[in-house]
């Protein structure tokens, strides 16, 4: 989650609000009252096709179809995000805490999975969900450091190590384990 995102308060005058777009290349604008709580937003359409500049933010804003809150864990996010949506506001609450957006989101997925970091990466193909805790209970012998566990293709699955030595000498115990 990005923090504080940049927003106008309800009374601010679109032309403030567009000003603010612009300079900050916003794609669209998020509008709070006054306490912080969640008004609406305005796409930059939105702020192009105002019918006077004076008029308040808070007037011309739309309700979010979607929200997510402070808990919310992050792939729900993910998942929004991939189908629909560029950036989600982010609520403790009523009062608005951050934005999710597609590049943050995917800079937490990568966290997640330890994209980019050292290691080496084993794709197993399990017949049965059950394998993959034998698979862990080798990876738990040798030592090794899980760094992540992601699902592949069908029925595949990708463990992410640091530590490891001796690649042949693991896949053998895992082929024993796995039968």
Same mark, same amino acid.
């Given at each position: 989650?990005?923090? $504080?995102?940049?927003?106008?308060?309800?009374?601010?005058?679109?032309?403030?609000?567009?000003?603010?777009?612009?300079?900050?290349?916003?794609?669209?604008?998020?509008? !709070?009252?006054?306490?912080?709580?969640? #008004?609406?937003? /305005?796409?930059?359409?939105? /702020?192009?096709?105002?019918?006077?500049?004076?008029?308040?933010?808070?007037?011309?804003?739309?309700?979010?179809?979607?929200?997510?809150?402070?808990? $919310?864990? !992050?792939?729900?996010?993910?998942?929004?995000?991939?189908?629909?949506?560029? #950036?989600?506001?982010?609520? $403790?609450?009523?009062? /608005?805490?951050?934005?999710?957006?597609?590049?943050?989101?995917?800079?937490?997925?990568?966290?997640?999975?330890?994209?980019?970091?050292?290691?080496?990466?084993?794709?197993?193909?399990?017949? $049965?969900?059950?394998?993959?805790?034998?698979?862990?209970?080798?990876?738990?012998?040798?030592?090794?450091?899980? !760094?992540?566990?992601?699902?592949?293709?069908?029925?595949? #699955? #990708?463990?992410?190590?640091?530590?490891?030595?001796?690649?042949?000498?693991?896949?053998?115990?895992?082929?024993?384990?796995?039968?």
């Amino acid at each position: 989650m990005e923090p $504080d995102p940049p927003t106008v308060l309800a009374e601010t005058p679109v032309e403030e609000a567009q000003r603010l777009a612009q300079d900050l290349g916003l794609a669209l604008v998020l509008v !709070v009252d006054a306490d912080g709580r969640l #008004v609406g937003f /305005l796409t930059r359409k939105a /702020l192009d096709a105002a019918p006077r500049p004076e008029l308040p933010a808070g007037k011309l804003a739309a309700q979010p179809t979607v929200v997510l809150q402070a808990d $919310d864990p !992050v792939e729900r996010a993910l998942a929004l995000l991939v189908d629909r949506y560029a #950036v989600l506001p982010v609520l $403790d609450g009523e009062r /608005l805490v951050g934005v999710i957006t597609r590049g943050g989101a995917l800079r937490a997925l990568v966290r997640m999975t330890g994209i980019g970091e050292e290691g080496t990466r084993i794709r197993l193909k399990l017949d $049965d969900h059950r394998e993959l805790y034998r698979a862990l209970a080798v990876l738990s012998r040798w030592e090794l450091e899980l !760094v992540s566990v992601t699902r592949g293709e069908e029925g595949e #699955v #990708v463990l992410h190590v640091r530590g490891l030595e001796d690649r042949e000498g693991l896949m053998r115990e895992l082929e024993e384990a796995l039968g």
